[in-house]
């Protein structure tokens, strides 16, 4: 079992920046690929980005391209999430998840653990 928590979410108001964190507990995070989510109201869960086990390999939504990045420290057991260049679209409850058996990255059912998430909103 994997336990995820997220945090690092808040108002923020647009064009401007916050840093995402996921800590996991109760087993190594190396052993596992990464990804971040995210849920608006009233819409479908979204893909935002993933990191291979090593941090060598990344992938990102097109929404969130070339504005946010994703990293992990496995020495921490953590896993971040940059986001710069905010626009009021991108609020919405950001979760990280924890994926131990599929070789993709963008579908919710590749992922096997996840957390509660962060409120990020942007204010325009």
């Known amino acids: 079992q994997v336990q995820l928590v997220e945090s690092g979410g808040g108002l923020v108001q647009a064009g401007g920046s916050l840093r995402l964190s996921c800590v996991a507990s109760g087993r190594t995070l190396f052993t596992y690929r990464m990804g971040w989510f995210r849920q608006a109201p009233g819409k479908e869960r979204e893909f935002v980005g993933g990191?291979?086990?090593?941090?060598?390999?990344?992938y990102y939504g097109d929404s969130v391209k070339a504005r946010f990045t994703i990293s992990r420290d496995n020495a921490k057991n953590t896993v971040y999430l940059q986001m710069d260049s905010l626009k009021p679209e991108d609020t919405a409850v950001y979760y990280c998840?924890?994926?131990?058996?599929?070789?993709?990255?963008?579908?919710?059912?590749?992922?096997?653990?996840w957390g509660q998430g962060t409120q990020v909103t942007v204010s325009s």
């Open positions: 998840a924890a994926n131990g058996r599929s070789s993709t990255y963008s579908e919710t059912r590749d992922y096997d653990y």
């Open positions: 990191i291979n086990w090593g941090g060598g390999r990344t």
